[in-house]
């Protein structure tokens, strides 16, 4: 009897109800709100869902994500080894290819003004930048904080892992991510703020047909030419150019498909999952992951607004020939940012269709929050 008293009381100390802390529990609650907004409101499922279940395993069961040092039994767990591959910058660099086999850069080719507008929306990287300072962060953690302001999550996660900053890359890139979520709630505002009905109003020119050699040189040049100024973006617009190239040169059908679809959506169940376990109760319920969350609204928002104003000037210097809501596409949210655009200039004049133009300056956010995490990594003697 004693045997069995004493097995049956080992089985109960073994469930997790004995071994939780109040911050895994409200961990596991903010799980179930990524799951709800995921799969019942639909804000990117394709990212939010795997991170919330991260979340929800890493604070029921921590030793998930113990590291071969921390183990008693020389074995790390399960999504320890898939965020070793966040840490070591493949998951993201691979994102990137995909996004590059998935994405149309024509419409940035027809109009290269649109590089401008996707510069102008990195101004909120640099803003988050010297203000995670002033909150007291190193300048390696201020940089790798400042990247959510581009909305882009796999170059958050690169800049984080190469500048040394694991201790804070969950919540940085939960917040990159939540962001890129909420990119159909956050920016609409900020667009009407900053436009009149009559800019919002505005249709633009059909954009000129882009030959497909334009096409097959664009990667290569892109590459060569930021690749020689800024080597350590390499891994970003470098994949980013190849699995463009592998869509634009229409020899290697097999290996665009295999990027933009099967490998992508590995990767993409990796790369979430290993974020979302990175946010156990200890790592994320602290004053620096607010802090975090709150730089990363206010870059993002910074980044967003500098976009349209920009619109507003190229609207004006060129007679009124630019709708400015494009100028919001500049973050580096692909497609959702352009498809945003759209959607408020659409409820504007419903005959209006922007989608096409603001995909130039959404493409080249992508391109310039990787110059971006390149330039940090080259102040800070990083390879």
């Not at 996707?118 to 390696?140: H, L, P, R, S, V």
Request: hydrophobic share 55%; net charge neutral.
């Amino acid at each position: 009897m004693d045997y069995i008293m004493t097995t049956l009381d080992n089985l109960v100390h073994q469930t997790a109800f004995f071994n939780l802390t109040v911050g895994n529990y409200v961990m596991i609650v903010v799980a179930c709100v990524f799951l709800y907004l995921a799969i019942a409101k639909g804000f990117e499922p394709l990212l939010l869902t795997p991170i919330a279940f991260g979340m929800l395993l890493v604070n029921i069961y921590p030793d998930i994500m113990i590291s071969i040092e921390e183990s008693t039994t020389g074995a790390g767990g399960l999504l320890y080894y898939f965020y070793l591959l966040d840490e070591w910058a493949i998951l993201p660099s691979l994102i990137f290819m995909g996004v590059g086999a998935m994405t149309d850069f024509g419409p940035l080719i027809a109009n290269p003004k649109s590089f401008l507008l996707g510069a102008a929306a990195q101004f909120g990287i640099f803003m988050a930048y010297f203000g995670a300072i002033w909150m007291g962060f190193n300048d390696k953690a201020a940089a790798a904080i400042s990247i959510i302001g581009g909305a882009d999550g796999p170059t958050s996660i690169f800049l984080a892992g190469k500048l040394s900053q694991t201790a804070i890359l969950g919540p940085i890139a939960v917040a990159a991510y939540s962001y890129m979520s909420l990119v159909p709630i956050i920016q609409p505002p900020i667009m009407r703020l900053f436009t009149t009905k009559e800019e919002r109003q505005i249709k633009m020119a059909q954009l000129r047909p882009v030959s497909k050699l334009e096409k097959i040189l664009f990667p290569i040049i892109v590459t060569i030419v930021v690749c020689m100024i800024l080597p350590t973006t390499a891994p970003l617009v470098g994949m980013l150019m190849l699995g463009n190239l592998f869509r634009e040169s229409g020899v290697v059908r097999q290996l665009q498909e295999t990027a933009s679809n099967a490998l992508m959506y590995i990767v993409v169940i990796l790369l979430g999952t290993s974020v979302g376990a990175t946010t156990s109760a200890e790592a994320f319920l602290n004053l620096d992951t607010l802090k975090i969350v709150a730089l990363g609204l206010i870059a993002f928002a910074f980044g967003t607004a500098a976009g349209v104003l920009f619109g507003k000037l190229m609207c004006k210097l060129t007679g009124g020939k630019v709708n400015p809501l494009i100028g919001s596409a500049g973050v580096s949210a692909v497609p959702m940012a352009a498809r945003v655009s759209q959607k408020v200039g659409a409820e504007e004049d419903p005959t209006n269709f922007l989608l096409m133009h603001a995909m130039g300056p959404n493409v080249a956010g992508v391109i310039g929050t990787a110059v971006a995490a390149g330039t940090f990594m080259a102040i800070f003697g990083v390879f």
